[in-house]
């Protein structure tokens, strides 16, 4: 036995229900060995979305698991072993102590939702297989990944280098793509963009994707982009990755879409990449071939042992200057997408919002949702699908947006006050912060017609839209009154009428996913 027998990376939902299974058997002999075998004896069929989410009748877990426990002493004391995470977010493989009875519910427990696991399993697999097999000329799939990061070592090292070790990140991508269109063959390319920024965050994640789609479009024709990943939530799946899905054709001139994995289950070749370059550069560090200092040293290394790949350092310092101040302001206004763990495909649904679903959506349309993401108000939507029917008015030198019909928006002056339109109802703001398309307030309170400043600060980024009346003068010292309050709520009337014009326009013009349900939050 040495270091190479041992399995890592496995997924706790198999690995949990395999363990109970592995002390259950020695009470219950009779029963299955493995999760999945026992599991597709509790489904109609494995592949029918209706049966894993236990919709269907027959796809009952305890009726059809009572008969395995025939016989069984109820009292009897079972012993196996499981994963969970402690209250200090260590994952710890404990022993359990308990009676047949209660490990029989816990097999229960864990086996309702592992059938829409391993449904996600295949499926998102299946999806994968199919995009590649029907993949057109401009279209272009990345599988991505963070590989584990290399702990730069030397050959003969002294003791005190050997306790201080510097890290080096590795994002791996291989690219498939279609040269001359669906038919021909097709192609692949494997990068590894090598980085001394050891923080594996949406920062690194949008900078490696820019780097890439810019190589890429050297090599072929970049119309749309499918991403892969798996769902860690601090890389790939979260609100921000999710918001740059929206902005994606604005910033790269590409469409895309991005599809997760399920949770454990995004091995493939990619993964290769890094085992591959990391293993070359150490074996040229052992035999006195190359010394490596650095992540910089370390890519020069790995691009001259590994010339199938294209190895492309990124100082950290490039990562820093990449994240532009509209991009941050667009990561400070968007919102949670509401069950996002289940979420497995997102594509842009329109100016300010994600249409999402639980599973890729190349070879089956399902149901999609669509989720408000960024906070822009609903008139902005609205005029990009809407047919132009506004203009802007000017109310006692003021300006005033009352018809989107260009999504226009107003100068703004940074320490001034303006009103700001949430839908509902609006707020007045002192700007503090702006980019070209975002602008951060700090706003007042209001009880009445009179504001007043929180006791915990109220500061949100916008879009510059949102802003419908300004600058406004204020009265008193705390708590304020508006000077021009009848101008202010007049304009809002008007905002809210051109609201709802636009909004009849879009029924008439059918500008109405009807595929969506839509959920705006």
Not at 190 to 196: K, L, R
Not at 319 to 339: F, H, N, P, Q, Y
Not at 416 to 441: E, H, L, M, P, Q
Request: aromatic share 10%; hydrophobic share 35%.
């Amino acid at each position: 036995m040495t270091a190479r027998d041992q399995q890592v990376c496995i997924c706790k939902y198999h690995e949990n229900i395999d363990l109970l299974l592995e002390g259950l058997l020695k009470k219950l002999p009779g029963l299955p060995k493995k999760s999945e075998e026992v599991l597709e004896m509790t489904v109609c069929d494995i592949d029918c979305s209706t049966c894993v989410d236990r919709q269907c009748d027959k796809c009952e877990v305890e009726e059809v698991a009572n008969p395995w426990f025939d016989g069984a002493e109820e009292d009897a004391n079972v012993f196996y072993y499981q994963w969970h995470t402690t209250s200090d977010k260590k994952m710890v493989k404990e022993l359990i102590e308990s009676s047949v009875e209660e490990a029989k519910e816990d097999l229960v427990s864990q086996l309702e939702p592992f059938s829409r696991h391993l449904y996600n399993i295949r499926r998102q697999y299946r999806e994968l297989k199919f995009l590649k097999e029907h993949l057109k000329k401009g279209q272009v799939i990345t599988h991505e990944d963070f590989s584990e990061n290399f702990q730069i070592k030397h050959q003969n090292e002294i003791m005190a280098a050997h306790w201080l070790t510097n890290g080096v990140t590795i994002f791996t991508v291989i690219v498939y793509y279609r040269a001359d269109g669906e038919g021909s063959q097709l192609e692949h390319l494997s990068y590894a963009f090598v980085s001394d920024q050891l923080d594996h965050d949406k920062a690194s994640v949008y900078t490696f994707n820019k780097m890439l789609l810019e190589d890429l479009k050297k090599i072929t024709t970049v119309s749309e982009v499918h991403y892969w990943s798996d769902g860690c939530g601090s890389q790939f799946k979260s609100r921000f990755n999710m918001s740059n899905i929206v902005g994606h054709e604005a910033e790269f001139g590409t469409e895309a879409t991005w599809s997760y994995f399920e949770t454990d289950h995004g091995k493939g070749a990619v993964d290769g990449i890094g085992g591959e370059i990391k293993r070359a550069v150490w074996r040229a560090i052992l035999q006195n071939r190359a010394v490596v200092n650095s992540a910089e040293e370390f890519a020069t290394v790995a691009q001259r042992e590994c010339n199938k790949i294209k190895v492309v350092y990124i100082a950290k310092v490039v990562i820093s200057e990449t994240i532009t101040a509209d991009l941050k302001a667009r990561w400070e206004a968007c919102k949670t997408v509401k069950g996002t763990h289940s979420v497995h495909f997102v594509k842009k649904g329109n100016v300010n919002s994600v249409l999402v679903a639980k599973n890729s959506q190349f070879t089956t349309q399902d149901e999609c949702v669509e989720h408000q993401i960024l906070k822009a108000p609903e008139h902005l939507a609205s005029c990009l699908s809407s047919p132009s029917t506004g203009n802007q008015t000017s109310l006692a030198g003021n300006q005033c947006i009352t018809q989107p019909s260009s999504c226009a928006s107003m100068s703004i002056d940074i320490e001034s006050y303006y009103a700001v339109d949430y839908v509902n109802r609006y707020y007045i703001g002192r700007a503090i912060r702006k980019s070209d398309v975002f602008v951060t307030f700090k706003y007042l309170h209001s009880i009445g017609t009179k504001f007043y400043w929180p006791g915990k600060d109220d500061i949100e980024a916008v879009h510059t839209s949102c802003v419908f009346f300004g600058p406004i003068s204020l009265s008193g010292t705390g708590p304020f009154t508006i000077v021009d309050q009848s101008e202010v709520d007049s304009a809002w009337l008007l905002i809210k009428e051109s609201r709802n014009v636009l909004y009849v326009k879009r029924l008439e013009h059918n500008i109405i996913l009807l595929t969506c349900t839509v959920e705006i939050f």
